[in-house]
């Protein structure tokens, strides 16, 4: 059958020149394989990452891009039991869901609840874990504790936000602009700050002067050290993310006399350490949590493969007011 992908056969600094929607011609799904119909798949910075080639794994080319996504069974191969045409199901991680159609080993398809939102699912097996992670593997935390981070505005800031407060951890919340403020405080952020020289100063009158064990930074540079400043001697800044692309300053100041600690965060290091029990019960509990509709992110826009080009230049824009999705039509 015809499918479209999109594919690059090349890196570059560009991530928009080097995407192409392709239509290819797939074959039927061999034995043990399930055809998915693809619904919804994210764009994430990590997938800009990989286009430009600076992630910390990359695929050999040429390449379908897409990390992460969710479909319905279109067909299934010989021998595959326990499956339904029809049956809403998770991507395995790095297959390719950029893409109308990915024929999938059905062993490594997670049935997903029906009836649930296929693009917040979509979403589920990168961010949701990481901002829950974040609050659990860094530093112990307990209920009252207060944590800070950063580019709080984006999915897994969206996420940490509602994962913290019901863990009874106080979050203080920073954006790099005043536009951001209200789409955090609407998703529960107690305290939104806008980033800047003075942000310890604003931290101490808003939170009375509390203790601040964990700093997480999605965004490195100078923005690293304006939250270094504000924690509390001993305690810890955790880099998961590279949004401004500059290494983190971190000051010997912080790191020599208040004993600062400067770590960093990979959702891959932990799922290879990982037990799959352990892996089960964090995914199973955020999969019913977002099919519930109790964990959301914001949906900016959505495209078809056939306008990847729009899409990754959307995804690549700063400012936007959500995430952008792959939602590929089907009948064309
Ligand atoms: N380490 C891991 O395992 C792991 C796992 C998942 C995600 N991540 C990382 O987590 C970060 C957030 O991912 P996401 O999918 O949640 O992001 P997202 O929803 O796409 O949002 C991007 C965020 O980055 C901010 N931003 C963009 N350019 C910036 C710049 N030059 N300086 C400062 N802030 C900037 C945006 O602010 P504006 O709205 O103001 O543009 C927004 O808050 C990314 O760096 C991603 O790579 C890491």
């Known amino acids: 059958m015809k499918c479209m992908q999109a594919q690059y056969a090349q890196r570059g600094p560009d991530p928009v020149a080097v995407i192409e929607a392709v239509e290819v011609e797939l074959a039927a799904p061999r034995a043990g394989e399930v055809l998915v119909e693809i619904l919804a798949s994210p764009i994430n910075p990590s997938d800009l990452l990989t286009l430009t080639g600076v992630y910390g794994v990359l695929p050999e080319l040429p390449a379908v891009a897409g990390n992460e996504g969710v479909g319905r069974v279109a067909e299934l191969g010989p021998g595959v039991t326990g499956l339904k045409p029809g049956q809403l199901v ?19 398809l997670v049935p997903l609840p029906a009836g649930a939102d296929p693009q917040q699912l979509a ?14 593997e860094v530093t112990p935390l307990q209920p009252g504790d207060w944590v800070i981070q950063n580019a709080a505005n984006s999915a897994v800031g969206t996420y940490l936000v509602k994962l913290a407060a019901e863990r009874g951890i106080h979050t203080i919340n920073v954006v790099r602009r005043e536009g951001a403020v209200e789409s955090v405080q609407a998703a529960g952020g107690e305290i939104v700050l806008v980033d800047g020289d003075d942000l310890k100063k604003r931290v101490r009158q808003a939170t009375g002067g509390a203790e601040i064990k964990l700093a997480i930074d999605a965004v490195g540079g100078a923005a690293t050290e304006r939250l270094a400043n504000c924690l509390a001697n001993g305690g810890t800044v955790v880099n998961y993310g590279v949004m401004s692309g500059e290494p983190c300053h971190v000051s010997p100041t912080h790191l020599i006399f208040r004993g600062i600690n400067l770590t960093g965060f990979w959702l891959a290091t932990w799922y290879a350490r990982a037990g799959a029990e352990q892996r089960a019960a964090l995914y199973g509990d955020l999969t019913q949590r977002i099919a519930r509709g109790e964990l959301k992110a914001p949906i900016a826009e959505c495209f078809d493969i056939r306008d990847i080009k729009q899409a990754v230049a959307a995804a690549a824009q700063g400012e936007r007011g959500g995430k952008v999705l792959i939602t590929p039509r089907h009948n064309s």
């Open 90 to 108: 998770l991507l395995p991680l790095g297959c390719g869901t950029w893409a109308s159609h990915v024929a999938a080993r059905a062993a490594e």
């Open 123 to 136: 979403m589920l097996t990168i961010n949701p874990p990481t901002a829950s992670l974040l609050l659990s």
